[in-house]
């Protein structure tokens, strides 16, 4: 499970989501659409957060393309 507490505002045009990465920034999974506040995520079966230990959040047009935006609100690493 992975735990974000997100302060930022209300999207009226978009919305954030929330996403693993890579060290090298190339590979990404996609945990969901993540709310202002606290949410819990529950992370995919099998998966490796030693591959995948930074967290993300991106801000996400409403234009249908499922991949990251390239606009990034916060991003860290996760304590394994």
Request: glycine share 12%; net charge negative; hydrophobic share 40%.
């Amino acid at each position: 499970m992975v735990e974000v507490d997100l302060d930022a505002p209300q999207l009226e045009d978009g919305y954030y989501e929330i996403w693993l990465i890579d060290r090298d920034v190339v590979g990404m999974v996609t945990l969901g659409v993540v709310r202002p506040g606290t949410q819990t995520f529950e992370l995919p079966a099998g998966l490796d957060l030693g591959e995948f230990p930074l967290v993300d959040v991106s801000v996400e047009p409403l234009d249908g393309d499922p991949t990251h935006s390239g606009v990034s609100v916060a991003r860290g690493e996760l304590d394994a």
